[in-house]
């Protein structure tokens, strides 16, 4: 039986940012991953439309009749992707971000060479965490000086306990977890995002989304994510604490046109020093 694999990407009202997504997946694309995108109820709907279209003749339009908004849109359409098409593996993006040229490729590493138990975070947001992690990637960069760091794909804990006792916004810490960009499994959307996606678990102070509900999850079940030591993709949008937009001193170590995507032979590298949630 052949493996069914989807990308969903969630749209709103910003056609010039949705033409962004497209126009990067499209660099690296690869036709065995169906493209499925849901679009909210705006007056600009049928630019989106327009786009997704031209780029994808084949793409499955999502259309609610009633907006979703930042929570709901994302689960109703990997919620039907993997229960209605029967996906196996999902690539989720939106539309206020852009990606490296081979994330399709990375996405088919990970279904090829890892067991599925976790996901595959795009945007490498450690760099701008707290101490602890900040011990955690001086040890990579320490022991990676003779390997292609484009190729390395880290196994990383989430935050620390003392992270999540903080008020959100004091620190832009999110340990490996991000929402800019996932690949994952049917089961992994079952067993670790479905059941909390609308629970206030990752919520801190009375803020946070289904992003921190997740990660929060994930803490609290030891489970690490994969991360590429150099992103695979960039929040260009103006929302959002990682939006490049509302904050220009957000950097990553992006690597967006930068590499021979095609060459590029992927590998897991895990912490030798290690950090313990306190």
């Not at 919620?79 to 040229?101: G, M, Q, R, W």
């Not at 707290?130 to 040890?139: C, K």
């Not at 196994?155 to 959100?168: C, G, I, K, Y």
């Amino acid at each position: 039986m052949s493996i069914k694999k989807t990308i969903t990407i969630t749209a709103h009202n910003r056609p010039e940012y949705f033409a962004g997504i497209i126009d990067s997946l499209l660099q690296g694309y690869s036709p065995d991953w169906s493209v499925h995108v849901s679009i909210e109820p705006t007056d600009r709907r049928d630019e989106l439309i327009e786009i997704a279209q031209k780029a994808f003749p084949d793409v499955e339009l999502f259309l609610p009749k009633v907006k979703y908004g930042v929570r709901r849109n994302p689960f109703a359409i990997m919620d039907h992707v993997f229960e209605y098409h029967k996906s196996d593996f999902n690539l989720y993006l939106e539309e206020d971000i852009t990606i490296a040229p081979d994330v399709c490729r990375l996405a088919d590493w990970y279904i090829e060479n890892t067991n599925h138990e976790s996901c595959l975070c795009l945007c490498n947001l450690v760099w701008t965490s707290g101490s602890d992690l900040e011990l955690l990637l001086s040890d990579f960069d320490d022991r990676i000086k003779d390997e292609p760091p484009e190729s390395l794909i880290l196994s990383v804990d989430q935050f620390t306990e003392a992270v999540l006792n903080q008020p959100m916004y004091t620190t832009f810490s999110t340990g490996g977890f991000s929402a800019l960009g996932i690949v994952l499994s049917k089961n992994f959307w079952l067993e670790r995002m479905k059941p909390v996606w609308f629970s206030d678990g990752g919520n801190i102070n009375g803020k946070g989304g289904w992003d921190w509900s997740v990660a929060s999850n994930l803490v609290k079940n030891d489970i690490k994510v994969l991360i590429p030591y150099e992103s695979r993709s960039d929040h260009v949008g103006i929302y959002g604490v990682h939006a490049r937009g509302n904050n220009p001193e957000f950097q990553q170590r992006d690597i967006i046109g930068c590499h021979d995507y095609k060459n590029i032979e992927y590998k897991i590298w895990k912490p030798t020093k290690g950090y313990a949630h306190r």
